[in-house]
């Protein structure tokens, strides 16, 4: 985060600071500690500059006590804080995602309460509270770019924290999120000087380089001045499946600059390139496909890909920042961003085994093209003030964008061949017949949005605050057809749909360290995929958004004599609207379908002592589909796929010298279905990784890993037929220098 004025408020309306309950005499402990634990660069809490050695809190310590004073923007335009804010808000920052080896942005999902995710090249998807990746909002640095892929996992540094708010938050992003929100915040420059560096091998011939510089280019100490950031990454690995090999390289670039009278300015240019040889798509499941899913063992590395399968991304984001304070009771806030992505495919992408197990059938070939470009503008404001005597703060803006998608797809949904499971080769791609080099465009998607939105937070008394929002988006769908016109697929198409969204809620300060609270909220979100890559029959029958309604209640507090936090929230939410097949004409689809799910989160982070941080999570959701039907046949009381009834982790870290600490981190993922029916399952699995850190010195640290210590088999996604394979166990061992 950047050290902008903007997102901080003055915190009028809380309690006193919460003072610390270690006490004098443990600051020292805790000290030592702190080094030991925190990353090497020791960055400090997102709003401040700490020099490497100065005392950090428990509440600062990673696998430590839940964070919960954070502002976090996926929760909230007005700054609020997790504590302040009537909804489920977990905050991964920098530190933690260091302290657990989180080498992507899936990897750090796993801190969210209940969330799975999934890589699959073309598919890439996300759990949360029983909904899928469609009705997940997935934002970058608040922006949604309206595009499932665009969330494919990049590598953790140049990102400073990932937020998530749980349930509908239409509200706040836009529409595309019943299930929840998740944005992933990029580092910005800082007012202070970072050097960093980190070096990683590991198994499957893994070679990774990352860099970070934060300077002051013009200016003087204590006065106005420009700063420059620049986080780079490049990794270079083969993988655990045959013949699959990435490389994969990341640029965040930005410059903060300080003009006086309250106006800063920040430009940040962030680019991503991503080239994967012979993608793995999955491996087939063993007939007969039903019950308990079963793979054959001697196909676990297998991939019957393509021998020059490929998929490339690039990625390129600009952003122009410009914040000014005008006084204590007004600030605001100009977005102007810039996205433009390009993504290849070529792939065979689905394997099967014929009846009797002994041959892999491959079908599905696929080349594809991606052509994204997102343009936007998004003003915003932020006014303390008072309504009858009340303390009462209010956000407000306006958010104007234009997505435009091409896609060029040549597919064959025919078999391309059959090979021996264990000993085979595969052909080029273009030796397939039908097959040739070139690209044709299939159809254009224009998304115009429109959207303003307001949010107050007001005192009712010093402990008791009501917080609302509300969003209205006029969105237009303009589809081009740039291949043959026919009645399915005319020359051009538009729809138009104007949701309003919203939420209400109350927070009660029922002691200075417990706080309840009490929400409803809404959403809106596509019938069916997401509208920058509807097809003419997603939309021409469907003129309408589906509509997505939680009420949500929990609570947040210390305990332990602060040595404690925790949170608890229990939900139901519903999604109407959704679309289901016709039973009259198989062909058709109508938006009579509804899907629900109800459950309950809980996380736990404790700090017992100087040597032990321990923090968990476990969730509960019974999803199940109320009103759908596939193939003429009711699917009422199912569950949606790839949807774990329960989710669970632990983290547990452990000082052993002032030096040397050690860590461990247990996953644990319920049963998913492979299909809406629910005939095909994979079993619960639990995952295990180690960790053992040693600082050399203050500025250099060794850092190993096993991850996945059981080499546990499982499915990371299903599909009817294939299993999506998560990694066996690997290792690896990092150098993490600051100079």
Not at 3 to 21: G, L, Y
Request: proline share 5%; aromatic share 8%.
């Amino acid at each position: 985060m950047s050290t902008s004025v903007f997102p901080m408020r003055p915190r009028a309306h809380r309690a006193a600071p919460r003072p610390s309950r270690s006490g004098p005499a443990c600051a020292g402990l805790l000290a030592a500690c702190q080094v030991l634990v925190a990353p090497v660069h020791a960055q400090a809490a997102p709003e401040q500059a700490l020099p490497a050695v100065e005392v950090r809190s428990r509440a600062d310590t990673p696998n430590g006590k839940l964070n919960l004073d954070t502002p976090a923007s996926a929760a909230s335009n007005l700054g609020l804080t997790a504590r302040e804010t009537p909804a489920s808000i977990t905050v991964v920052d920098r530190a933690t995602i260091d302290a657990r080896g989180a080498q992507n942005t899936q990897e750090i999902l796993r801190a969210i309460p209940g969330v799975t995710s999934h890589d699959a090249p073309g598919n890439v998807g996300v759990s949360y509270r029983g909904f899928g990746t469609g009705s997940i909002g997935q934002l970058f640095n608040g922006i949604n770019v309206q595009y499932s892929i665009a969330a494919r996992p990049v590598d953790s540094w140049i990102y400073e924290r990932v937020e998530a708010i749980g349930g509908p938050s239409s509200f706040l992003f836009g529409a595309g999120a019943v299930g929840g929100s998740i944005n992933y915040v990029t580092k910005l420059a800082r007012r202070e000087d970072i050097s960093e560096g980190q070096l990683r091998l590991g198994s499957n011939g893994l070679k990774e380089a990352s860099v970070g510089l934060n300077r002051r280019i013009a200016g003087e100490a204590g006065g106005p001045g420009h700063y420059l950031r620049l986080d780079l990454n490049h990794r270079d690995a083969d993988s655990w499946v045959d013949g699959t090999g990435t490389r994969a390289t990341q640029l965040a670039a930005s410059v903060l600059s300080d003009f006086g009278n309250g106006f800063t300015h920040t430009l940040a240019y962030e680019y991503q390139h991503e080239h994967v040889d012979r993608p793995y798509w999955g491996t087939p499941l063993l007939n007969p496909i039903a019950g308990t899913a079963r793979i054959d063992d001697g196909t676990r590395f297998k991939n019957y890909n393509s021998a020059d399968g490929v998929y490339i991304q690039r990625v390129q984001w600009l952003r122009s920042i410009a914040e000014w304070r005008t006084g204590d009771k007004l600030q605001w806030r100009n977005t102007f961003y810039v996205y433009d992505a390009l993504r290849d495919y070529r792939n065979v992408e689905n394997y099967r085994f014929n009846a009797d197990n002994t041959q892999v059938i491959r079908s599905s070939a696929l080349l594809q093209r991606h052509d994204q470009h997102l343009v936007g503008n998004r003003i915003d404001g932020i006014y303390h003030g008072e309504i009858a005597g009340l303390k009462s703060d209010w956000a407000f803006g306006a958010d104007v964008s234009v997505n435009r998608q091409t896609r060029f797809p040549n597919s064959l949904s025919g078999t391309i061949g059959t090979v021996n499971p264990y000993d085979y080769g595969t052909e080029r791609f273009f030796d397939i017949p039908g097959m040739s080099p070139g690209f044709r465009p299939d159809r254009d998607n224009k998304v115009r949005t429109l959207a303003i939105y307001a949010e107050n937070r007001t005192a009712l008394r010093h402990d008791l605050h009501l917080v609302t929002a509300l969003r209205h988006e006029r969105i237009q769908l303009d589809l081009t057809n740039r291949r043959e016109i026919t009645a399915a697929n005319p020359a051009e198409f538009r729809r138009s749909y104007h949701p309003t969204t919203g939420r209400i809620g109350l927070v009660w300060d029922v002691t200075q360290d417990a706080a309840l609270y009490a929400q409803y909220a809404t959403a809106a979100d596509p019938p069916s995929g997401v509208l920058s890559t509807a097809s003419f029959a997603d939309v021409r029958n469907n003129s309408e958004l589906t509509s997505g309604r939680q009420a949500e209640v929990g609570g947040k507090l210390d305990f332990w004599e602060g040595k404690g936090t925790a949170t608890l929230a229990a939900y139901r939410i519903s999604r109407r609207n959704i679309a289901s097949q016709d039973p009259n004409d198989s062909s058709l689809t109508v938006l009579v379908g509804e899907q629900s799910s109800r459950g309950m989160e809980l996380a736990v982070g404790l700090q017992p002592d100087r040597r032990w941080s321990v923090q968990g999570n476990v969730a509960y959701v019974d999803a199940r589909y109320d009103d759908y039907t596939q193939g003429g046949v009711s699917l009422a009381g199912k569950r949606p796929t790839n949807t774990p009834a329960m989710v669970a982790n632990l983290w547990v870290s452990y000082a052993v010298t002032p030096a040397l600490q050690a860590s461990v981190g247990l996953r644990r993922v319920g049963r998913v279905y492979a299909d809406a029916a629910n005939t095909v399952s994979w079993p619960a699995y639990l995952l295990v990784d180690l960790g053992v850190s040693y600082r050399i010195d203050r500025r250099t640290a060794i850092v190993a890993r096993i991850r996945n210590l059981t080499d546990k088999v499982y499915a990371a996604n299903m599909t009817p037929t294939m299993a999506y394979l998560g990694a066996p166990r690997t290792a690896d061992v990092s150098l993490r220098i600051a100079f």
